[in-house]
């Protein structure tokens, strides 16, 4: 009779369940009874806990090999293309973004005249008085004034020149609130132009690929890829340009 309460007793703790003991006294013999509960437990992933593994599993950074996407793509071509836009913004942004307009940014501003381009210093001298004044003489090729006028009003540093004879006299804005804001709105609109050529650039070559006949699909699909990642690196630096350009217009 002993052995079997002990037994019975402790084989709900090597199996690691509850005992619940329960005493009963009958006469002068006491009755041990015992009951064992098993408790079946399914853990369940948090939310956050699902998130994190599908984030693991949808890889990370897609690296990028100039090797393997070269059997697609010129990548060499597509990195000289990308670059000239962002270089092609720097460029506007230093002509035609200045809070002063600068002898240096009038002199290189492009003029068209007679179906050819030229800087306005190749056509006529400039020279800047005082702070508040540039003076541009066009006694030796006169017949350009209409032009450069043109030139002047479409070239968004917010000049109005002031024409007498052969020359024009150019007053300098001051630098308000309302000319940096004006400044930093064409800034976006070149910022603009760059990223759009940008994504030109790569939907271009990625329809090209996905035309591409006697390549496996998952070449195609590797090469795409990484076409959209180098181009997300062109993006990102010319968003950094123009951030840091806006910060300056503005003044913060």
Do not use: W
């Amino acid at each position: 009779m002993t052995t079997r309460l002990l037994g019975r007793m402790l084989l709900p703790i090597i199996i690691n369940t509850r005992i619940k003991p329960a005493n009963l006294v009958r006469g002068s013999v006491r009755v041990v009874s015992t009951s064992v509960n098993f408790i079946s437990v399914r853990n369940y992933a948090k939310s956050k806990d699902r998130g994190k593994d599908k984030k693991s599993k949808g890889g990370g950074k897609v690296e990028i090999n100039p090797t393997i996407m070269s059997e697609l793509v010129a990548v060499e071509k597509l990195k000289e293309r990308c670059q000239s836009a962002i270089e092609n913004m720097k460029e506007d942004f230093a002509k035609n973004l200045s809070l002063r307009s600068t002898t240096g940014a009038i002199d290189s501003l492009p003029i068209k005249y007679d179906g050819k381009e030229y800087e306005l210093q190749e056509l006529a001298q400039i020279v800047r008085k005082n702070p508040k004044t540039i003076v541009i003489n066009f006694a030796s090729f006169p017949q350009v004034i209409p032009d450069v006028l043109k030139a002047i009003y479409n070239s968004g540093l917010n000049l109005n020149p002031q024409q007498d004879g052969t020359t024009l006299y150019v007053p300098v804005p001051k630098v308000t609130k309302e000319h940096r804001e004006a400044l930093a709105k064409n800034a976006k609109a070149l910022y603009i132009k760059c990223r759009d050529t940008v994504k030109d650039i790569q939907n271009e070559y990625i329809k090209k690929n996905k035309k591409q006949t006697g390549v496996s699909e998952d070449l195609v699909f590797n090469v795409n890829k990484q076409i959209t990642a180098l181009c997300e690196q062109y993006l990102e630096e010319a968003k950094n340009i123009y951030n840091a350009k806006h910060d300056e217009l503005l003044g913060k």
